[in-house]
Nanobody
Framework: QVQLVESGGGLVQAGGSLRLSCAAS????????MGWFRQAPGKEREFVAV????????RYADSVKGRFTISRDRAKNTVYLQMNSLKPEDTAVYYC????????????????WGQGTQVTVSS
């Protein structure tokens, strides 16, 4: 069992930056992918970024490439999402998720989910 707790959300002006953190507790095996998803009001949850816990390989949604960076600190059992050049359309609840197995999945079928943290970008 894996528990995930997000933090770091808040209100920021367009063009600003935020760093989200996801602290994972429980048994984190090497064959796990850690992802970030987001859900804006009235929209479906969408993939943002994913990192392989073992290799550090990453994958991003086209909408955030070049602006967001996902990383993990294995010693701290924590995954980060550095968000730069934020836009109003980045406003959403951001969720951290963990998926057992190899690969870098972008679908919503992850095994474990956090409660989410609100990110609001004002224009």
């Amino acid at each position: 069992q894996v528990q995930l707790v997000e933090s770091g959300g808040g209100l920021v002006q367009a063009g600003g930056s935020l760093r989200l953190s996801c602290a994972a507790s429980g048994r984190i095996l090497d064959n796990v992918a850690m992802g970030w998803f987001r859900q804006a009001p009235g929209k479906e949850r969408e993939f943002v970024a994913v990192v392989s816990w073992s290799t550090g390989f990453t994958r991003y949604a086209d909408s955030v490439k070049g602006r967001f960076t996902i990383s993990r600190d294995r010693a701290k059992n924590t995954v980060y999402l550095q968000m730069n050049s934020l836009k109003p359309e980045d406003t959403a609840v951001y969720y951290c998720a963990a998926n057992r197995g190899y690969g870098l999945p972008i679908g919503n079928g992850y095994d474990y989910w956090g409660q989410g943290t609100q990110v609001t970008v004002s224009s």
